[in-house]
């Protein structure tokens, strides 16, 4: 069965740093996109970041560039998002999903195939 597992999120104060993991279950990454995907209360999800499993490629939403960083760790089945400099704005339910190593840039929602649950991250001020 084909499952990706987020986990990380959590409370923090702005400023603050948190690091959210995608493992990946019944499949292997390689040869996907994966992304992260945000959606705040009220608000449509949006994509923040997305990475290219073949060469690391990476794309950033231009409101997290600077603050976050994706990676991949093949041996582990992991991506990895290190939020930094959190801000309470970039409070949302985080999403990883997968989609063909194709799509261009951060790839849009219909694009990606398979979806994790999500974990909330809340950001105080």
């Known amino acids: 069965e084909v499952q990706l597992q987020a986990s990380g999120g959590g409370l923090v104060q702005a400023g603050g740093s948190l690091r959210l993991s995608c493992v990946a279950s019944?499949?292997?990454?390689?040869?996907?996109?994966i992304g992260w995907f945000r959606q705040a209360p009220g608000k449509e999800r949006e994509a923040v970041s997305s990475?290219?499993?073949?060469?690391?490629?990476?794309h950033y939403l231009d409101s997290v560039k600077g603050r976050f960083t994706i990676s991949l760790d093949n041996a582990k089945n992991t991506v990895y998002l290190q939020m930094n400099s959190l801000k309470p704005e970039d409070t949302a339910v985080y999403y990883c999903a997968v989609a063909p190593p194709a799509v261009i840039g951060l790839g849009y929602e219909q694009e990606y195939d398979y979806w994790g649950q999500g974990t909330l991250v809340t950001v105080s001020s």
């Open positions: 019944g499949f292997t990454f390689e040869h996907y996109k």
């Open positions: 990475i290219r499993s073949t060469d690391h490629d990476a």
